[in-house]
Every structure is written in C-alpha cells, then in structure tokens.
C-alpha cells in the first residue's frame, strides 16, 4: 500500500522560504516519476514541479528559479525547497507519484498516488 505524507507547510511572508517534504512508503522512487501540485482556492489544480524516472527536473513557468525539486532515495523522501514566495503561492500542495515514468510530468491525470496536501500561505 502506497502513502505519501506531506510536511513543512506553513504561513509565510511575501519573499519568505519553505521546505515541503513528501515521506514515501511502500513506493520506490527508481524508475518512477514523482510530483509537487497545488490547488488555490477557486482555481484547478497545477503542476509546480516535477522529478522524471531519469531525474531530470520539470517547473512550471510561475516558480523557475525560485523552486527547486530534490529527492533523497535513502529517505524515500521527496523535497520541494521554495524561496521568494509570493502571495499567488498560496495553495494546498501536494506530492503525487507515478508507478512508472510519466512523458508529461506536470500534468496530474498520469499520476497514480497522492498526498492529503499541506497548506501553504504567503502573505504580503
């Protein structure tokens, strides 16, 4: 059985950091793709980042160069480190992982397993 736990959400302000952390168990990371998506209040859900089977890295627009997507397969953990937070990153992310390797990595209706989510809130 697949879980994915999602920590280190929280309330920040504007230009603030933080580190998001997604516990895996009963799931390994090789050869699968794994990723961060969050959904703002009244809007659909997108894809922020991305980790391929290869370990290759995908952002969306909104976040390069201020997200950065790591793993740690000794910790079956996966990391979203998150700098220069702005108000508009205000959502509920989640980690989502794939039981085999995705060709569209932000895009959720390939993933198989998904996080309760953690709220993350940036205020100006």
């Known amino acids: 059985q697949v879980q994915l736990v999602e920590s280190g959400g929280g309330s920040v302000q504007s230009g603030g950091s933080l580190r998001l952390s997604c516990a895996a168990s009963g799931y390994h990371f090789s050869g699968s793709c794994m990723g961060w998506f969050r959904q703002a209040p009244g809007k659909e859900r997108e894809g922020v980042s991305a980790?391929?089977?290869?370990?290759?890295?995908q952002y969306a627009d909104s976040v390069k160069g201020r997200f950065t997507i790591s793993q740690d397969n000794d910790k079956n953990t996966l990391y979203l480190q998150m700098n220069s937070l702005k108000p508009e990153d205000t959502a509920i992310y989640s980690c989502a992982a794939r039981n085999r390797g995705c060709l569209f990595p932000l895009s959720d209706w390939q993933y198989h397993y998904w996080g309760q989510g953690t709220q993350v809130t940036v205020s100006s």
């Open positions: 980790m391929t089977a290869d370990g290759s890295q």
